[in-house]
């Protein structure tokens, strides 16, 4: 038993960690070459209808392998987590049929014509099959979200005489408050993850020389989505999630922040290591009263300490909980700065011949995708001795009729066939990477290069 | 409500069978009915731009087994926890060779996806087959209602069973030639040319085969579960089921006999459908059979969910539904007609 339960965890936990490194840049590229359609469809401007094509090739890579590791995660509720399922299936089934009803089927139908049919649908309905897509991937994001929401907080339920779990509320399960906000920020780190690739990919562009005309339009639009997008994860959207978490998790904010002793007046720690045994943070820099403000608005409040709770409510991983969280919000802080001077460049007119900065941007690229994972391991090992927050635990959610010899076997051949799909991945999008957005028109045809 | 649901369910599942078993059956006959590299590349054409709509429909029955019936699904996923693993990677394989096989025009790349393409495909049809033929013959729940299935005991479909034995087997063979059939007629009516020629004797071969099949294996399920039978009796949705198979079964012999290629594809369609819905009604409301003691079975009325949440998925899922096949007819209606090799090429440079 306690072995099926490591490996389930560490199964779920890598199975999605790796898929979610694909949705991410579907839902924030999304939106990009919406914009891109759009420009084209109303100037005219083949520039815009080629760099359309070219994210559009790259999104049809990513988003395939978004599809056939996504479909695990979905079935894994039933494999490795039947006692949950069985549990709480009634409500939680209701936001993953409905993520399948109406957000995949959508997405499912329109994206083979949007990376094929161009020549086929016309500059019209092309764009509207290219919007299709985007909808739909926001949609799917906001019902899986809802889903992991009535995780961490959960609500409109009822218990059923049997002890399950059952459906009190819709609206309330639906429009849960923490799902919001949870979309909000989640919504807004997607878009993230896609300007700092597109700025990436410009910025290569800019300093080899190459394509100058697409790279121009890359960095412009990269850096502007980046920068509002960057300002946006952290202030409002992860501003209030914190505040949601201090809210109704408050033990996961103590353990996120190593604050072990509860009081009034606390700090808010920047860089240390937690010390779990002696329950301390030992060579730690901290900013004084920040920590009562951020979460409760005034500079005096009480923060609540993990000694304000019973050890087995604690975080099982408080080290790994607070480095998470730690390295989340300092990325994010870096992020916001290197986009603020790349704006600044661009706004002098200078950007496109800094090669310094070119090349921060250039290799920045894999940073939000550590945010972004990073900030899942802070509300994921937040949660946890809980699957259900304060209902359920971890423990009694898994299958008990699978081995754990079972699960680590499976574990290993995702594992292996990850690898394969991670290489594969790569090289066919480096592939069209070092093609570039030469012309393409939309029957496929390349037309003459003037690079 | 649980009737409702659950032929809600079984919709579900047809939906998935017809549209995902053209996919299965072309894909795997793709060496067969292909002999030149464009021909195999106008079979995946044939499937089209579709192929993850049509898989959306297992997610969606995923989802709404886990709204309507959480037990059932908690039971029966657990309990084929291998199998349902090498389904995943099938479909894993199958999409990626789909997706990624036409981006390089490459011979040793194309041969090399193709040939991942073939053999996933035979996996899935394979893989489903066997499940559906566990459906039928039961599971060895026990008290608790749980049960882990190995991948074989001793081959008898009694007691203390495995996921194959002579019966699922002959299941899995059954709807691997079914499947065949199925994608060879719906490659008639979606291509032209040789491709289109050699689906055409194909698909007349196989249907004949398919109906020789029909018939072991229903004599097969009278010996393992003879009660389906005696139960069958009193559920008009039962024989509804039968009639649709033998008027599919008309169709697709007139269709293929003359000129008739959307109606062999239509008689196709109807025919696994009138085999799922046969089938599902005469085993309700019984959703998994222990072989290990009939009182030990999990049953759709004790195990649906309760209440509420099932009325409001019944408000949702109708416009969701209704949404669903409205995305897929804009789309389809821009790929009506036979495809060409030439068209949507995947590799523009």
């Known amino acids: ?451 | 409500m649980i009737e409702t649901w659950y032929a809600i369910l079984t919709f579900m599942l047809v939906m998935f069978l017809v549209l995902e078993g053209f996919d299965i059956g072309a894909g795997m006959l793709q060496h067969i009915v292909g002999k030149t590299e464009a021909e195999r590349r106008l079979v995946i054409a044939a499937i089209g731009p579709l192929w993850s709509w049509h898989e959306v429909w297992l997610v969606g029955f995923g989802g709404t087994l886990m709204v309507a019936f959480p037990n059932i699904l908690a039971s029966s996923f657990a309990g084929f926890y291998l199998a349902f693993f090498l389904l995943l990677w099938s479909l894993i394989l199958r999409g990626i060779s789909i997706e990624v096989g036409g981006h390089i025009g490459e011979p040793m790349w194309r041969t090399a996806w193709n040939f991942i393409f073939v053999v996933a495909n035979l996996l899935l049809a394979i893989l489903i087959g066997a499940a559906l033929g566990n459906i039928v013959r039961g599971v060895p729940l026990n008290a608790d209602g749980k049960f882990a299935l190995a991948f074989f005991t001793n081959f008898s479909p009694y007691g203390n069973v495995g996921i194959l034995d002579w019966f699922t087997v002959s299941v899995a063979v059954f709807m691997l030639v079914t499947f065949a059939a199925h994608g060879a007629t719906a490659l008639v009516l979606k291509t032209e040319g040789p491709v289109h020629d050699r689906s055409l004797r194909l698909a007349r071969r196989l249907w004949k085969i398919v109906l020789l099949l029909l018939a072991l294996v229903t004599f097969e399920t009278w010996r393992v579960r003879p009660e389906l039978f005696s139960g069958m009796t009193p559920k008009p949705i039962a024989w509804l089921g039968l009639v649709g198979v033998i008027i599919g079964a008309v169709m697709i012999f007139t269709g293929l006999r003359g000129k008739g290629e959307l109606r062999a594809v239509l008689g196709s369609s109807l025919f696994i459908a009138g085999l799922m819905i046969a089938g599902a009604a005469s085993v309700f409301p019984i959703m998994l059979h222990s072989t290990l003691a009939p009182e030990n079975s999990l049953s759709a009325y004790k195990n649906a969910a309760a209440g509420h949440g099932l009325v409001i998925a019944l408000i949702w899922w109708p416009i969701a539904f209704i949404l669903s096949i409205g995305y897929a007819l804009f789309i389809y209606h821009y790929y009506l007609g036979k495809v060409k090799a030439s068209e949507d090429t995947q590799n523009p440079y």
């Open chain 1, 1 to 451: 038993m306690e072995d099926t339960l490591f490996w389930s965890r560490l199964q779920f936990g890598f199975t999605i960690t790796y898929h979610y490194l694909f949705p991410q840049l579907t839902m924030g590229l999304a939106w990009i070459i919406v914009f891109f359609k759009w420009k084209h469809l109303r100037t005219g401007d083949e520039r815009f209808g080629n760099a359309a094509r070219f994210w559009a090739r790259i999104f049809g890579i990513n988003f395939a392998v978004g599809v056939v590791t996504g479909i695990p995660m979905e079935f894994q509720f039933g494999t490795n987590w039947a006692a949950f399922s069985k549990f709480s299936g009634n409500i939680i089934g209701q936001t993953l049929a409905m993520e399948g009803m109406f957000a995949f089927f959508l997405e499912s139908a329109m994206i083979g014509a949007m990376v094929w049919g161009e020549k086929r649908l016309g500059p019209r309905n092309h764009f509207l099959a290219t919007l299709g897509v985007a909808l739909g991937s926001w949609l799917s994001g906001y019902f899986i979200l809802a889903t992991n929401a009535f995780m961490q907080h959960p609500v409109g339920y009822s218990t059923a005489v049997d002890g399950s779990l059952r459906l009190a509320s819709f609206s309330g399960f639906l429009l849960n408050p923490w799902a919001m906000i949870m979309f909000l920020h989640n919504q807004c780190a997607a878009l993230v993850t896609g300007s700092f690739v597109v700025t990436a990919v410009g910025a290569l562009y800019a300093l080899r020389g190459k394509h100058a005309e697409q790279a121009s339009l890359f960095l412009k639009t990269g850096t502007l989505v980046g920068l509002i997008s960057c300002v946006l994860v952290a202030f409002p959207t992860g501003d209030q999630q914190a505040k949601m978490v201090a809210q109704h998790q408050p033990v996961s904010l103590a353990a996120m922040e190593g604050h072990f002793h509860g009081g009034t007046n606390v700090e808010l720690n920047f860089i240390g290591q937690p010390n779990v045994s002696e329950e301390r943070i030992d060579n730690r820099i901290y900013m004084p009263y920040a920590l009562s403000f951020l979460a409760f608005g005034h500079l005096h409040a009480k923060v609540q300490g993990l000694d304000d709770f019973p050890k087995d409510e604690w975080p099982t991983n408080i080290a790994l909980l607070y480095y998470a969280f730690h390295i989340m919000a300092g990325l994010g802080t870096i992020f916001i700065l290197l986009m603020a001077l790349a704006n600044f460049q661009r706004w002098r007119g200078r950007l496109e011949k800094s090669r310094g900065l070119l090349w921060a941007l250039m290799l920045a690229f894999p940073f939000p995708y550590i945010a972004t994972t990073a900030g899942w391991m802070t509300a994921e090992l937040g949660r946890q001795p809980w699957i259900i927050f304060h209902i359920l635990r971890t423990g009694q959610g898994v299958s008990d009729v699978v081995s754990g010899g079972n699960v680590l076997f499976t574990l290993i051949g995702f594992t292996g066939l990850y690898f394969v799909l991670g290489v594969l991945f790569l090289f066919l999008v480096a592939r069209e990477i070092a093609h570039g957005p030469q012309s393409i028109s939309a029957d496929g045809k390349m037309e003459v290069s003037h690079d």
